[in-house]
């Protein structure tokens, strides 16, 4: 998939601190919340009144600033808000300030916005609250601390509905994540979303979707051999859940001005990065504080029927026992359970999915936030289960869990809703080689996507594609992960091949190749931790590394594979390291604490050397999972190590290699890798 901005699941960019607007009609509480907030969080934030904010960018203060014309007050506002962010830099904190978009006085027919350009730029996150108009003008007419004008509710309603409009669309055309709040009283309710916005990370999200797919395939009496994991929303049936809900809220709601939120959002700049996908779960929030969010998804849920196909075919699936059928989807988890239940299928297939983070619940679990990483990283879970994987899904959301699966299957709807972006990203991988997929074209009477050679014909109901998941299928020992097609690999490759490198330019050509490879894959195959460090501006933040690396060992094959071992033990500092020349060099010992193995090679030529390692390790301790890492690797060497298929029982061992080579070549004197690796070849 096409590279997204780089923006994390908090909306922060290295550099922009967070900066949460409390935002609403005069009298709508913001001053209040503001103060009660500054009690319970005194130490964690800035508070800043908006109002105070501007007062002292003027000598005369904020009654002086009310005199001057609008172009006038322009700079000042810009001046007052940057201020605030220089203030969030020195002290290491987010900052939560007061603040009007719209100015509407009684006298005029229309209101007018005050946010500057400023103001785009530097809030991260907006708090509408939609106190009740009838609230706020009893509260206008008793403060007696401040003169307000006498508004009727009628106004205040109106200005409401245009300013919450305009400050949404604003938000979502600026990349700002969004949220209005109706529930009184509000203080709960804002202290979950600066923990949602501030505090919570997408990895907890991707640790509580891989201990809920946990749970699916470990609750099982025998073991799963496969799994078919699938999206949802136009794969499972021709329907879009997410468009079908609002469509129902703008029914149920009239309101002035319908708009498309989806695309609303990942059309802005926030694209489809992790907080783009929270900002859509925060909109499906703010249906469940109306209390209307289940009643719409049961609605929803009554529209959709699955494609006649993939409902045969999941039909198939209650009777195996070897096969885990997942959806996973970016979209509503609780329409496709409904959806499977109507079917008579959630209780064998089960959804891992979207929808509001508080106030929903199933039985069956929370929702999360699902992304396209996500989604690969369940289906590389599923993986280090020892399952062979098929992934199911038709947008560029599902691109990574293509690469990731063992099998892929793009399925194909009407041709007036096809996604141009994913004609144009997924022609791109299949000619990147990133991945080999099939279609499965589910739409009566549509052309396939692409060409069926670069993209085969596959039907569900082939006996061929249900025996890839069904009980009886033979499934490979090696996963293979090759970057061969990959621009970055062949640079490197080069490196590596170049017989005018050779020492220690060599082995660092060697080293380099072997991190990119464990950055590449080791993330996904043994999975990634939050864990606290230092940030330079003095506070503690949460950073990532890659997980279990003290139940991990590096061996290096000897000698050729030292310096790629040595690269692969730099992205995995805390691993245990071992120089082995023979098999029987791994002892009892350098295993029994170990939940992975990697042996890392330069070259695989026959494949004997890593088969008896294998061998070997299968001797010491059963359950270890292995990861064969490799500069090279000969075609020929791929079938030997199948040949492991008893002996693995149902494990699958995890190949990654920088190249596939058909060259039969093995290096001898001269050309031998571990003599150029070591300026050896003069003494040959």
């Known amino acids: 998939m096409s590279a997204e901005p780089n923006v994390d699941f908090n909306n922060s960019h290295v550099g922009r601190p967070a900066v949460i607007g409390i935002y609403g009609l005069p009298g709508s509480g913001k001053s209040f919340l503001l103060n009660a907030l500054s009690q319970i969080h005194r130490n964690n934030y800035i508070f800043v009144e908006g109002s105070e904010a501007i007062s002292r960018m003027v000598p005369a203060g904020l009654e002086a600033f009310k005199t001057l014309d609008e172009a006038q007050k322009r700079p000042i506002r810009e001046l007052a808000i940057s201020t605030v962010v220089a203030d969030c830099?020195?002290?290491?904190?987010?900052?939560?300030?007061?603040?009007?978009?719209?100015?509407?006085?009684?006298?005029?027919?229309?209101?007018?916005?005050?946010?500057?350009?400023?103001?785009?730029?530097?809030?991260?996150?907006?708090?509408?609250?939609?106190?009740?108009?009838?609230?706020?003008?009893?509260?206008?007419?008793?403060?007696?601390?401040?003169?307000?004008?006498?508004?009727s509710v009628e106004h205040l309603r109106r200005w409401q509905q245009e300013e919450e409009m305009h400050l949404r669309a604003t938000c979502y055309e600026s990349g700002i994540i969004y949220y209005a709040l109706n529930q009184d009283p509000a203080i709960p309710k804002v202290s979950e979303l600066l923990e949602t916005f501030l505090h919570r990370r997408q990895e907890s999200h991707i640790l509580q979707a891989e201990a809920m797919l946990d749970s699916i395939i470990l609750s099982q009496a025998r073991p799963f051999v496969s799994a078919l994991v699938l999206d949802a929303d136009k794969t499972l049936s021709a329907a879009d859940a997410g468009h079908l809900f609002w469509?129902?809220?703008?029914?149920?709601?009239?309101?002035?001005?319908?708009?498309?939120y989806l695309t609303a959002v990942f059309g802005g700049p926030l694209g489809y990065t992790s907080a783009a996908f929270l900002q859509i779960a925060l909109l499906y929030e703010e249906s469940v504080d109306q209390g209307t969010f289940t009643e719409t998804c049961s609605d929803v849920a009554a529209q959709i029927s699955l494609y006649p196909d993939m409902a045969s075919l999941l039909q198939k699936l209650r009777s195996s026992d070897k096969c885990a059928a997942v959806v996973v989807t970016c979209g509503l988890r609780l329409v496709w359970e409904k959806v499977l239940e109507r079917h008579g299928l959630?209780?064998?297939?089960?959804?891992?999915?979207?929808?509001?983070?508080?106030?929903?619940?199933?039985?069956?679990?929370?929702?999360?936030?699902?992304?396209?990483?996500?989604?690969?990283?369940?289906?590389?879970?599923?993986?280090?289960?020892?399952?062979?994987?098929?992934?199911?899904?038709?947008?560029?959301?599902?691109?990574?869990?293509?690469?990731?699966?063992?099998?892929?299957?793009?399925?194909?709807?009407?041709?007036?809703?096809?996604?141009?972006?994913?004609?144009?990203?997924?022609?791109?991988?299949?000619?990147?080689?990133?991945?080999?997929?099939?279609?499965?074209?589910?739409?009566?009477?549509?052309?396939?996507?692409?060409n069926t050679a670069a993209l085969p014909l596959v039907h569900l109901s082939d006996p061929?594609?249900?025996?890839?998941?069904?009980?009886?299928?033979?499934?490979?020992?090696l996963n293979i992960i090759q970057l061969t097609e990959m621009r970055s690999s062949k640079i490197l490759a080069t490196a590596m091949r170049d017989a005018a490198s050779s020492g220690p330019l060599l082995r660092e050509a060697h080293q380099r190749a072997a991190k990119y490879l464990a950055l590449h894959t080791l993330p996904d195959l043994l999975g990634v931790e939050e864990y606290m460090i230092s940030h330079v501006q003095g506070h503690q933040v949460p950073g990532v590394r890659i997980a279990e690396q003290e139940r991990t060992l590096v061996v290096a094959l000897m000698r050729g594979g030292e310096p790629m071992a040595l690269g692969v033990n730099d992205v995995l500092p805390a691993a245990s390291f071992l120089h082995a020349n023979r098999?029987?060099?791994?002892?009892?010992?350098?295993?029994?604490?170990?939940?992975?193995?990697?042996?890392?090679?330069?070259?695989?030529?026959?494949?004997?050397?890593?088969?008896?390692?294998?061998?070997?390790?299968?001797?010491?301790?059963?359950?270890?999972?292995?990861?064969?890492?490799?500069?090279?690797?000969q075609n020929a060497a791929i079938a030997k190590i199948e040949d492991l298929k008893d002996m693995m029982r149902g494990q699958r061992i995890t190949l990654v290699t920088l190249r596939l080579s058909e060259n039969k070549f093995t290096g001898r004197g001269g050309t031998d890798t571990g003599n150029r690796l070591y300026n050896t070849t003069r003494l040959l």
């Open 247 to 260: 469509e129902h809220v703008h029914q149920r709601n009239p309101v002035p001005a319908k708009r498309d």
């Open 583 to 633: 098999p029987d060099d791994l002892q009892p010992k350098h295993v029994a604490e170990m939940s992975t193995v990697i042996l890392v090679d330069s070259v695989v030529n026959s494949g004997r050397t890593v088969i008896d390692f294998v061998c070997r390790l299968k001797t010491l301790c059963k359950a270890v999972r292995i990861v064969i890492i490799a500069g090279v690797v």
């Open 346 to 450: 959630l209780d064998t297939v089960k959804v891992i999915g979207g929808g509001p983070l508080t106030g929903v619940s199933t039985t069956s679990g929370s929702n999360q936030v699902i992304t396209a990483t996500v989604k690969a990283r369940l289906v590389a879970r599923l993986q280090r289960h020892h399952l062979f994987v098929v992934a199911v899904g038709d947008s560029v959301l599902d691109l990574a869990m293509f690469a990731q699966a063992d099998r892929a299957v793009v399925i194909v709807g009407e041709e007036r809703t096809r996604s141009r972006r994913m004609e144009k990203e997924l022609a791109q991988a299949i000619r990147e080689g990133r991945f080999s997929a099939h279609q499965a074209v589910l739409a009566r009477d549509t052309p396939p996507r692409l």
């Open 89 to 151: 830099l020195n002290d290491g904190k987010a900052a939560i300030i007061t603040g009007h978009f719209m100015f509407w006085p009684g006298a005029v027919d229309q209101g007018h916005s005050v946010w500057t350009q400023q103001d785009r730029k530097t809030y991260t996150h907006i708090i509408y609250l939609q106190t009740p108009a009838e609230v706020i003008q009893e509260r206008c007419l008793n403060d007696n601390s401040k003169r307000r004008p006498e508004l």
């Open 464 to 477: 061929g594609f249900l025996n890839s998941v069904l009980p009886g299928y033979s499934v490979p020992v």
